[in-house]
Nanobody, 124 residues
Framework: QVQLVESGGGLVQPGGSLRLSCAASGFTLDYYAIGWFRQAPGKEREGVSCISSSDGSTYYADFVKGRFTISRDNAKNTVYLQMNSLKPEDTAVYYC?????????????????WGQGTQVTVSS
């Protein structure tokens, strides 16, 4: 059974850091790109970052560039999202997702497998 499980969310003060994890089971992440998305209350889901498996290329939304870093540990079958300098507007449920292939996709509709999400709240 293919499954993605996010963890690492929580409550953090503005300027703080969190590291999210996306652990895969039922398939090997070596051959799949992994994207991170987020959805805040009353807003549409938006892409945050993605890492390919073909060449390790990484992509970031403009609003997280310089603050977030995506990485993967294929030995642990896990992808991470290191989030620094967090802002209240980063508050959202964060999801990881995998498309059917090794390349990142811009459209969330092209991602076939999704985790259940982890809540990130940035507040003082």
């Amino acid at each position: 059974q293919v499954q993605l499980v996010e963890s690492g969310g929580g409550l953090v003060q503005p300027g703080g850091s969190l590291r999210l994890s996306c652990a895969a089971s039922g398939f090997t992440l070596d051959y799949y790109a992994i994207g991170w998305f987020r959805q805040a209350p009353g807003k549409e889901r938006e892409g945050v970052s993605c890492i390919s498996s073909s060449d390790g290329s990484t992509y970031y939304a403009d609003f997280v560039k310089g603050r977030f870093t995506i990485s993967r540990d294929n030995a642990k079958n896990t992808v991470y999202l290191q989030m620094n300098s967090l802002k209240p507007e980063d508050t959202a449920v964060y999801y990881c997702a995998a498309p059917s292939g090794s390349s990142c996709r811009r459209d969330s509709g092209e991602y076939d497998y999704w985790g259940q999400g982890t809540q990130v709240t940035v507040s003082s």
